[in-house]
């Protein structure tokens, strides 16, 4: 038969283990903020990399001037993102640290997690109109979410949402020495959150011919090599398998000959994801 000190014993051991273990269990919030954290330190890797492949000059072409302009203008632009992303990670962690500091309450909601696809449009409104003329490669923009996104029924992000982005090329109509001119722009972070997605890009001669387009992914500057630094193709040839499409609607009419690349504030830019966004639902 067991003694009452025994007895007392073992039920402040039993306490004391039930206290270790809802002080060491960790919270939904805590977890999921743990996975922002780490998502965000990986983009950061991922940006590095990239940039780190920009400097090392892999990019090739047949016009060597336009393609090492177009790869200064690259890395200007990639040193932004990487400047970016290390601050959103940076907040991501300490987010994490202080929910995973915090006592898990004893009933709470999990949280709501919803994957955005690769292809899902982002419609953004410029805060302004962004030109060759005062926007240089590597320069910061930013606008707002012109309409919802919804994924799987929920609201994942809202109209309204602030929206940042990165000045990818930025040369006038005739600098290039083909001719041409482009003006690209890709935006980075949506609500707080650094995504990928497409490029757009409006490529201009002197005479006035104007050409948007979309290009994908990481073959953002291959693509916009083959597009400048080939003369033989006119402006028409997709490289390194890179999804590149019209941007209707944005193209200016051929003859006006003005050399200032301009892409305007009035009118939403249909960004696309490139890669899957996780995204946790606020209650």
Request: hydrophobic letters at 45%.
């Amino acid at each position: 038969m067991s003694s009452p000190t025994n007895f007392k014993l073992t039920h402040y051991l039993i306490l004391a283990l039930s206290c270790t273990l809802a002080c060491n269990r960790k919270s939904e919030a805590s977890i999921q903020a743990e996975e922002a954290a780490k998502s965000a330190e990986a983009k950061v890797v991922q940006l590095e990399q990239q940039l780190a492949d920009a400097k090392a000059g892999k990019a090739t072409g047949e016009d060597p001037e336009t393609v090492q302009h177009l790869t200064r203008s690259q890395v200007k632009a990639l040193e932004r993102q990487v400047a970016d992303a290390k601050k959103r990670a940076e907040i991501k962690k300490q987010e994490a640290i202080t929910l995973a500091q915090a006592p898990a309450a004893k009933e709470e909601p999990k949280p709501v997690v919803v994957e955005v696809p690769p292809g899902t449009k982002l419609e953004i409104m410029l805060a302004r109109e962004l030109t060759t003329e005062k926007d240089q490669a590597g320069d910061a923009w930013e606008g707002t979410l012109a309409a919802d996104v919804i994924q799987e029924g929920k609201l994942v992000w809202s109209a309204g949402s602030s929206a940042r982005g990165v000045v990818t090329q930025s040369a006038a109509a005739g600098r290039l020495s083909n001719g041409q001119g482009a003006l690209g722009i890709r935006l980075t972070e949506l609500a707080g959150v650094g995504i990928d997605t497409d490029t757009h890009v409006v490529v201009a001669t002197a005479k006035g011919e104007r050409n948007a387009k979309f290009i994908g992914g990481g073959a953002a500057l291959g693509a916009l090599i083959g597009i400048l630094a080939d003369n033989r193709h006119k402006n028409d040839h997709a490289l390194a398998g890179a999804a590149l499409g019209a941007a209707a609607g944005t193209a200016a009419a051929a003859g006006t000959a003005d050399t200032v690349i301009r892409i305007p504030a009035g009118k939403p830019i249909a960004f696309s994801l490139t890669a899957p966004e996780r995204v946790t639902l606020r209650k």
